[in-house]
Each structure stands twice: as C-alpha cells, then as structure tokens.
T-cell receptor, first 114, second 111 residues
Framework: ETGVTQSPTHLIKTRGQQVTLRCSSQ?????VSWYQQALGQGPQFIFQ???????GRGNFPPRFSGLQFPNYSSELNVNALELDDSALYLC?????????????FGPGTRLTVT | SQQGEEDPQALSIQEGENATMNCSYK?????LQWYRQNSGRGLVHLIL?????REKHSGRLRVTLDTSKKSSSLLITASRAADTASYFC???????????FGKGNQVVVIP
C-alpha cells in the first residue's frame, strides 16, 4: 500500500459527458502527477500540480484540467469525453525535492467511455 | 518528450529462472526508475538508479545503467510466480520529476 488513494475505482461515461476523478496524496507529499494509461501501453504524463498550481503538462488538450487543494489532494477533470479517453487514470504523489524522485502511485480509476 | 523503450515486450520463464529486461532512452536523464504493475492496477516502485550510478541491487533485483548507450537493464533473479506482472522503465529529466514511461514488458513466470 502506497498511501495514495483514488476514487472512484471504475466509471462508465457517455461520449460528450464530463468526469471528475479524485486522488488523495500520501502524507507529507506536496506534488501530485496524473497519468493516462491506455490498454497495453505505458502511462502517459498528463500534468503535475505543486502547491495548488499546475507545474508542467504533457501532450494533452485543454479539456483535461486539474486542481490541487490545500491538503494536497487533487482532481482530474475531463470535459467533452471521447472514446479514446477510455483508459486507466493514475495519480502519483511525491515530494518536491530534486533529490527525491520516487513517485507513489494510487490504484487508478478505470474510465470507460461509450 | 523522451520515452523508455523496453525490449523484449513479453517474456515467459520457468519459476527459478532469471528474467532480464532492457530499456533504452533518447536524451540525458537525471535518473531511471523501474516499476511493476499487476493486472492493470497501480504501479509499484521497484528501484531507482541515478545517472551517476552504474549498478544497483535491491533484493532479487539488479539494475544497470549505461548512460553512454542510453540504456538500462533489469534482472530478476530466481523468479517466482508472484513476479508475474508488467514491468516499466521510466526516465526523469533534470529539474522535474515527471516520468516518461516505456511500453512495458509483460513477464509470466510459470510455476
């Protein structure tokens, strides 16, 4: 157990809808990163939050957005869902310390878009 | 963004044998990490090797890093059925801790 939790575990949405995924960081971690993992692929970096501000973004469109709260928990929001958004969404927490790079992953949220 | 590329993609071995996976990357890195994933669940951190390190051990795991060839290998010795999983390498650039993952190696250990 990494101490990182995600909710919900599974979710089914219809194309065009909006979805919010949630992540609670491990205690003492102030940085949260979100990844998308399509079936059979490695995780792809979506964005990272540090102290409630976006701190780097991968190659994802603006309809992917996020928030980080004062307690360092985080949300991932996806608008106008497309079929290709079906994937496992992983969040990972870490310390913002250049000497400490280990990231602790949650169990993921499986999103299915129909 | 750079990505690790693992080779081979799938590996099937008998329990007790060693399993070796390779990973290559394209640009200079700060560190390289290996993760394990069971059945599409969350990733578990296995080992991190920094760019100034050449070899690292953790239990039955041995990781090497060759920065001149931009490659790394993960060796699992005396494999067990519980080692059946997908293994990913991920690289981190200087100045940030976002990870770039490869496509993963699926390892099946036959009891």
């Amino acid at each position: 157990e990494t101490g990182v939790t995600q909710s919900p575990t599974h979710l089914i949405k219809t194309r065009g809808q909006q979805v919010t995924l949630r992540c609670s960081s491990q205690s003492g971690h102030n940085t949260v990163s979100w990844y998308q993992q399509a079936l059979g692929q490695g995780p792809q970096f979506i964005f990272q939050y540090y102290r409630e501000e976006e701190n780097g973004r991968g190659n994802f469109p603006p309809r992917f957005s996020g928030l980080q709260f004062p307690n360092y928990s985080s949300e991932l929001n996806v608008n106008a869902l497309e079929l290709d958004d079906s994937a496992l969404y992983l969040c990972a927490s870490s310390r913002r310390d250049p000497r400490e790079f280990e990231q602790y992953f949650g169990p993921g949220t499986r999103l299915t878009v129909t | 963004s750079q990505q690790g590329e693992e080779d081979p993609q799938a590996l099937s071995i008998q329990e007790g044998e060693n399993a070796t996976m390779n990973c290559s990357y394209k640009t200079s890195i700060n560190n390289l990490q290996w993760y394990r994933q069971n059945s599409g669940r969350g990733l578990v951190h296995l080992i991190l090797i920094r760019s100034n390190e050449r070899e690292k051990h953790s239990g039955r795991l041995r990781v090497t890093l060759d920065t001149s060839k931009k490659s790394s290998s993960l060796l699992i010795t005396a494999s067990r059925a519980a080692d059946t999983a997908s293994y990913f390498c991920a690289t981190a650039l200087y100045g940030n801790n976002r990870l770039a993952f490869g496509k993963g190696n699926q390892v099946v250990v036959i009891p």
